[in-house]
Nanobody
Framework: QVQLVESGGGSVQAGGSLTLSCTAS????????MGWYRQAPGVRRELVAA???????NHADSVKGRFSISRDNAKNTGYLQMNNLNTEDRAVYYC???????????????????????GGQGTKVTVYS
């Protein structure tokens, strides 16, 4: 089992910055993709940004140039640097991770691969004008 723990949310004035962190713990061989989603009241959850284990990133158009996703593979931790926040960025931000576990069963010559998607509990970001 894997747990994702987010931190860094809070309240900030428009134009300000916050950095969100997400640390995965548990049985992990490696994490292929880490991402951040957000959901505001009455709005469908949307993907904000994602980063692969190689460091390839993808950002939603609404945050390009303001947000930056990164990760530290050695720490199983992902980050979302959010600059120039505005009131439309107000939401609960959720971390996600696609976790791979290799298992070598006794009596078998090859390892089995298990891939599972996990999500965090969310951290709230409030932006006031």
């Amino acid at each position: 089992q894997v747990q994702l723990v987010e931190s860094g949310g809070g309240s900030v004035q428009a134009g300000g910055s916050l950095t969100l962190s997400c640390t995965a713990s548990g049985t992990i061989s490696y994490i292929s993709t880490m991402g951040w989603y957000r959901q505001a009241p009455g709005v469908r959850r949307e993907l904000v940004a994602a980063v692969t284990s190689r460091g390839d990133t993808n950002h939603a158009d609404s945050v390009k140039g303001r947000f930056s996703i990164s990760r530290d593979n050695a720490k199983n931790t992902g980050y979302l640097q959010m600059n120039n926040l505005n009131t439309e960025d107000r939401a609960v931000y959720y971390c996600s991770a696609k976790v791979t576990v290799y298992v070598n069963y006794v009596g078998e010559d090859t390892m089995r691969l298990y891939e599972t998607d996990y999500g965090g509990q969310g951290t709230k970001v409030t932006v006031y004008s």
